[in-house]
């Protein structure tokens, strides 16, 4: 394998790999032969709500095998930029245990009282008083943070509001906007590439969003591939001022193609 095909692999999850809890057809195939040519990958998901063991446990019931190592989220990029920005710092968090868990694995402290930020994140469990809580530490100094931009997530039951939501409602009380950190932000693709050891010149993005993951990746420098498996279908890529590098139907499409997917 030469040095010019030699890539790193940078993807999204849901749409790319998993629908819910269900393996994209030929995504094993994919994973398998990146091991067997020995490129590296990371797997990556704005959502914010799970550790890397969760989101490994998931993948596991679905049939695919990815380490911890290999799985990047909004949270981890989160925590990543607060300690490059306030080592040891406070926070107070709207969030579940895969931000929390981050922010403690970087050494900070949880509190209400006078924090340097209040980091929003998803979570299913949002209530008036958690909101009211933000905003008043908002008011009183505390930077905002948000884990992603995203205003609404599926559910069985239907439409759920997301970290945007939230963020738009303390925003419009405060006065103040977040700071996001997940896509589009390509801060979120540079902190996976960090994680993952790799440069952008020899680095593509997978993702199935026109606006979040093929906007990040090229804000990042990467080159972008469109998957046809989730939310985009074939005329999507063309409402976009920006277009991605490839438009593939799937990652089953790159099997026996990764040292080279651009030459399909």
Do not use: C
């Not at 790193?8 to 398998?32: I, S, W």
């Not at 559910?155 to 997940?182: D, Q």
């Amino acid at each position: 394998m030469t040095e010019e095909s030699s890539w790193n692999y940078l993807m999204d999850m849901d749409g790319v790999l998993v629908h819910e809890d269900r393996m994209v057809p030929g995504a094993d195939t994919f994973l398998a032969e990146l091991r067997e040519r020995e490129l590296p990958f990371m797997v990556f998901t704005n959502n914010s709500i799970y550790t890397p063991r969760d989101l490994r446990a998931r993948l596991l019931r679905s049939g695919l095998d990815i380490p911890e190592s290999s799985i990047w989220t909004s949270a981890l990029a989160t925590a990543q930029f607060l300690n490059n920005q306030r080592p040891g710092g406070t926070a107070h968090v709207v969030g579940e245990s895969g931000l929390t868990t981050a922010l403690h694995g970087i050494g900070y402290v949880l509190t209400d009282r006078e924090p340097d930020y209040v980091v929003l994140g998803e979570t299913r469990t949002y209530s008036f008083e958690a909101i009211t809580k933000a905003i008043r530490l908002v008011e009183g100094g505390a930077r905002f943070i948000a884990t992603n931009p995203d205003e609404k997530g599926p559910s069985p039951e239907g439409t759920l509001p997301a970290t945007g939501a939230v963020a738009a409602l303390i925003e419009r009380v405060t006065g103040r906007g977040p700071y996001y950190i997940g896509k589009p932000n390509p801060l979120m693709m540079r902190s996976a590439l960090r994680a993952l050891g790799a440069h952008s010149a020899n680095t593509l993005m997978l993702g199935d969003r026109m606006d979040t993951d093929v906007r990040s990746g090229l804000e990042a420098g990467l080159q972008t591939i469109l998957v046809l498996s989730g939310i985009s279908r074939e005329h999507t890529a063309e409402l976009f001022p920006y277009r991605p590098t490839k438009v593939i139907g799937s990652v089953a499409d790159l099997v026996d193609h990764v040292d080279d997917p651009f030459g399909l």
